[in-house]
């Protein structure tokens, strides 16, 4: 303590960790966080406080006494089996839409949600001459959960003088092959850099993302940064800032592709809504650029600022803190008596009798039908 009585307050060390590849979805999430880092946190790989941006079962591990914190989402009503077995493991599970924190709170007893972002330095309305055809524009990593079938389906049906380009990477691996397009309907199918993807979002004169279900879902909101008119269901993550569409569709809830159920745009609902953006684009781009000022909600200073409010202060572990590799284990009985090699290793099952195994040797034994009983151990 100096003269005056004032102590220098100890500095907040964290570890946020993720995905590298800001092309897709959680690497965008973890680009946009650690661009935004708060002044009062210093980021050191041995901080007592360690958040995973990434899928339950993703992480590698963590140091001896680090406090273990998962960021992630998930997009239907019920997780699957793999984030039900590995979600138990962590101290917290931070997600970022209200969706999520009703969904993940029946698997775990810490979770609280943080907004994800858009940098309005990076997305912004530019000027351009107006299109000579209307230009309709969507996209999104998975070809049915972001409802690109849908897109084409309303848009065909709406019969609109207009063109649809989609943008659609390369992982998405539910594209359909040699899909049947109108010829007013063209898919990017490849990665662009970002001045290219920039000027993608530019042409729109209107962007749709009738989505099934997202975490969060920063296309539609990059495009309401942009002023671009913008269609949304408000579906789980995208409900967080359905205020500044220019459009919401409603939904039902439908059987999904994955477990559980999802959300399914109106059809009917969905066609109008593109042939009144079609008949008044002028009203539908004073009202989207009179909405970019509300994008300020979700900033990625206000996200990071707000994710280290939901974290302990960490401080820096000492050297004999060791690195713990993260395996799921599972307490299983089986049915019938088994002798099985799995994975090259050997393995005696008698029935009625306990046994600890890995995550991967229980889901071979229940895929052959041989589980009676399970529970995941404790790490």
């Known amino acids: ?129 107006p299109n000579k055809r209307f ?57 662009l850099p970002f001045h290219e993807v920039f000027q993608w979002y530019g042409l729109a004169d209107c962007f749709l993302a009738p989505s099934r279900g997202e975490g969060f879902g920063l296309m539609p909101l990059q495009a309401m940064a942009m002023g671009i008119p913008t269609i949304i269901t408000a579906t789980s993550g995208q409900a967080e800032y359905a205020h500044i569409a220019t459009t919401v569709i409603p939904h039902t809830s439908r059987r999904s592709d994955f477990v559980g159920n999802w959300d399914e745009a109106d059809m009917d609902s969905l066609v109008q809504a593109i042939r009144d953006h079609y008949a008044n684009r002028d009203k539908y781009e004073i009202q989207a650029l009179a909405n970019v000022p509300k994008v300020k909600e979700f900033s990625w200073a206000k996200a990071a600022k707000k994710l280290v409010s939901v974290l302990p202060e960490g401080e820096v572990l000492d050297g004999a803190a060791q690195f713990k590799p993260f395996a799921c284990m599972m307490r299983i009985t089986v049915n019938r008596n088994i002798d099985s090699t799995i994975n090259t290793t050997t393995y005696k099952f008698r029935k009625g009798e306990e046994y600890v195994v890995r995550e991967g040797v229980f889901e071979v034994l229940s895929n052959a039908g041989y589980i009676a009983g399970y529970k995941v151990e404790p790490l």
């Not at 959680?26 to 680009?31: D, K, L, P, Q, V």
């Not at 999520?100 to 309305?125: A, C, I, T």
């Not at 207009?162 to 049947?180: F, G, I, R, S």
Request: glycine share 6%; hydrophobic share 40%.
């Open 135 to 191: 230009r309709f524009h969507a996209g999104g990593s998975l070809w049915r959960r972001k409802g690109m079938d849908l897109v084409i389906e309303a848009f065909v049906k709406s019969g609109v003088d207009a063109d649809l380009h989609l943008k659609v990477p390369p992982q998405a691996k539910d594209t359909p092959e040699n899909l049947k397009l109108p010829p007013n309907v063209y898919i990017q199918r490849n990665f």
């Open 1 to 129: 303590m100096d003269l005056h009585g004032w102590r220098r307050p100890l500095t907040n060390y964290q570890y946020w960790n993720g995905f590298p590849d800001a092309r897709y979805g959680y690497g965008a999430m973890y680009a946009g966080f650690m661009g935004a880092i708060p002044s009062t946190v210093k980021m050191h790989e041995r901080a007592s406080v360690r958040v995973e941006m990434q899928v339950p079962f993703a992480v590698k591990g963590y140091l001896e006494g680090q406090y273990k914190s998962l960021f992630t989402m998930w997009e239907t009503d019920v997780l699957p089996d793999r984030f039900e077995r590995w979600v138990p493991h962590y101290d917290q599970i931070i997600v970022p839409c209200q969706h999520n924190v009703e969904l993940f709170s029946r698997y775990h007893d810490n979770v609280v949600m943080v907004p994800l972002g858009v940098d309005q330095k990076v997305w912004y309305p530019v000027d351009r001459e």
